[in-house]
C-alpha cells in the first residue's frame, strides 16, 4: 500500500503556504505562498481554488492554522486575532470530499518535532512558537494538550506590566505582547522614541553592533525567559523547543542556563526547531494521516 499524501496549509495572519508531504513528514512537492487576503471568504476561495489543483492526487487535507482548533479538529474554537473577522466561523470541511483534519499551527508543530524533529524520544515536550504573535503546545506523556474546548497552550496569561499594553485578545499585559515579534517592535519603539522603529530595527542594530539595540533585545529575551520558567514550573517538561524566524538570534546557551536556575524541578533541555518553516505543514499532516489510520 503506497504512502498517504496530503497537502498540507499553513494559515497565518500575513501568508499561507501550502505543500504536498507524506504521513512520515517528507515533502514532496513544495507548493508555494500566497498572502492571507483579506476576509474570511476570500480566505476560503484562495484555499478551495489550491485545493482544487491538487485535489485528484491526494488522499486528504492538513491544516495548520493560527487560533485554537476545537478537539475534533475540524474548526475554529477561539478567536483569532491577526485574521480577519468571520474567520473563525470558515466551514474548512466544505474544502473537499476527502478527509479535512485542521490543527492550530503550535500544536502542529509540536506533533512534528516530537515525531521527526528536535523532541523526538521524548514523551514531555513544550514548543513556544515566536511570531506576530506567541503559540504555545505541549505533548504530556505523549499525547498532545488540547483541554476541553481545544485552547490549551494560549499564551494570554497576564504579567504584571501595570496595565500597560494592549493584547490582540482584548487584555491588558499577556505573555503574548511581551514576547512575540509584535511585542520586540513595541520594545523598538520605546527605546528609539520612534514611531517607525520594529523589531528589523533592532536585529540589523545588533548587526552593526549598537548597543542599545543590544539592550532592546535582551531586555525582551527576558520576557520570554520569564514565561518559559513559569510554564516549565507549571508543566515539568523535559525539553522547550523554541520555534520562528526570530530564533535565529536568540542566545540558546543563556536562555537554558537562566531557566534551569529559576525552575524547581530537574534539568530542562533548550532545542531550536530543526523543521524550520515547515514544521506546521509536517506536524498537521503526520496528525491527519495518523487519524486516518485510527491511529489517534
Not at 46 to 68: C, F, N, P
Not at 158 to 183: F, M, W
Not at 274 to 290: D, K, R
Request: proline share 2%.
Amino acid at each position: 500500500m503506497s504512502d498517504l499524501k496530503f497537502l498540507a496549509f499553513d494559515i497565518g495572519g500575513t501568508k499561507i503556504a501550502y505543500a504536498i508531504i507524506d504521513e512520515h513528514g517528507k515533502v514532496l512537492e513544495p507548493g508555494g505562498k500566497v498572502f492571507t487576503p483579506k476576509t474570511a471568504k476570500a480566505i476560503f476561495d484562495k484555499l478551495k481554488e489550491i485545493v482544487q489543483s491538487y485535489e485528484k492526487e491526494i488522499d486528504g487535507i492538513a491544516i495548520a492554522t493560527a487560533g485554537e482548533v476545537d478537539p475534533q479538529n475540524t474548526r475554529i474554537a477561539a478567536s483569532v486575532g491577526n485574521l480577519p473577522e468571520g474567520y473563525r466561523n470558515t466551514e474548512f470541511t466544505r474544502l473537499s470530499a476527502k478527509p479535512v483534519y485542521v490543527e492550530n499551527d503550535a500544536n502542529a508543530a509540536m506533533w512534528g518535532e516530537l515525531h521527526i524533529g528536535a523532541a523526538k524520544g521524548c514523551k514531555d515536550a513544550m514548543l513556544v512558537a515566536i511570531g506576530t504573535g506567541v503559540g504555545v503546545a505541549f505533548v504530556i506523556d505523549g499525547k498532545l494538550l488540547k483541554g476541553k474546548s481545544g485552547c490549551a497552550g494560549e499564551a494570554h496569561f497576564p504579567v504584571n506590566r501595570g496595565h500597560k499594553r494592549k493584547c490582540t485578545c482584548g487584555l491588558y499585559d499577556c505573555y503574548e505582547i511581551y514576547a512575540s515579534g509584535t511585542a520586540l517592535g513595541l520594545d523598538a519603539k520605546e527605546a528609539y522614541k520612534d514611531e517607525n522603529a520594529d523589531s528589523h530595527t533592532v536585529i540589523k542594530g545588533m548587526e552593526k553592533g549598537d548597543k542599545l539595540a543590544t539592550e532592546v533585545f535582551n531586555h525582551w529575551q527576558q520576557n520570554v525567559i520569564d514565561g518559559i520558567v513559569g510554564l516549565v514550573n507549571l508543566f515539568d517538561s523535559e525539553v522547550v523547543i523554541l520555534f520562528g524566524s526570530l530564533t535565529e538570534f536568540m542566545d540558546f546557551d543563556t536562555i537554558e542556563n537562566e531557566v534551569n536556575k529559576s525552575i524547581f524541578g530537574g534539568p530542562v533541555i533548550l532545542k531550536r526547531a530543526v523543521l524550520e518553516n515547515n514544521a506546521t505543514m509536517i506536524g498537521a499532516t503526520i496528525a491527519a494521516a495518523q487519524k486516518l489510520k485510527g491511529e489517534r
